[in-house]
């Protein structure tokens, strides 16, 4: 089987059906300041990222169930959209001088703090590499859904989708 087909067995978005649909950005779309990342291909009755966009850059439309297209033109990357998906399907990476950087929506407690050391996970929480918490924003507009900023190295920039927290000495 695939790295893909084992994606998509798994419950998370391959590479395949995230370049289908247009969803998986480029090295030149995540260097410098990067984009936004929306992996929402399962056609659901959801809109939260739209209504929460104050920019007008983030559009499901007519019917609910259209997939979600990123206007990057438009979009400032406040990062409204990563709190407010009941998905957890938006992130924000960028890429600069061989470090890569991710904003990502994270709902366990107790919350990471900047300057812990973490695991870097892909889609299905495998660990892919060593990051580093940069900050962690928790204010109340985000609803109780943090979104935590991580580095680590650019070369895993397209795996790379959230973190483990390194717990008793373990991870
Ligand atoms: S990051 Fe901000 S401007 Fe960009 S799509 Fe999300 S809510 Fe809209
Ligand atoms: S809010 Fe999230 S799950 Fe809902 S349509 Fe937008 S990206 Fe998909």
Do not use: F, W
């Given at each position: 089987m695939s790295s893909n087909?084992?994606?998509?067995?798994?419950?998370?978005?391959s590479f395949d059906e995230l370049e289908r649909a247009g969803m998986l950005p480029s090295l030149a779309d995540l260097a410098g300041?990067?984009?936004v990342c929306v992996e929402?291909?399962?056609?659901?009755?959801?809109n939260p990222c739209e209504t929460s966009?104050?920019?007008?850059?983030?559009?499901v439309g007519y019917p609910?169930?259209?997939l979600p297209v990123v206007?990057?033109?438009k979009c400032t990357l406040c990062g409204l959209c990563i709190a407010a998906?009941?998905?957890?399907?938006?992130?924000?990476?960028?890429?600069?001088?061989?470090?890569?950087k991710i904003r990502f929506p994270w709902e366990?407690?107790?919350?990471?703090?900047?300057?812990?050391?973490?695991e870097m996970v892909d889609r299905l929480g495998e660990a892919v590499c060593a990051g580093k918490i940069l900050s962690v924003n928790s204010a109340a507009k985000n609803n109780r859904t943090a979104v935590v900023t991580a580095a680590f190295p650019a070369a895993f920039v397209q795996q790379v989708a959230s973190i483990r927290r390194k717990r008793h000495g373990t991870v």
């Open positions: 087909d084992y994606l998509k067995t798994m419950g998370a978005p300041r990067g984009c929402c291909v399962e056609e659901i009755p959801c966009c104050p920019q007008g850059a983030l559009v609910i169930t259209n206007d990057r033109s998906c009941p998905g957890l399907a938006i992130t924000i990476k960028s890429v600069e001088a061989g470090n890569a366990y407690l107790p919350l990471p703090a900047a300057g812990d050391e973490v």
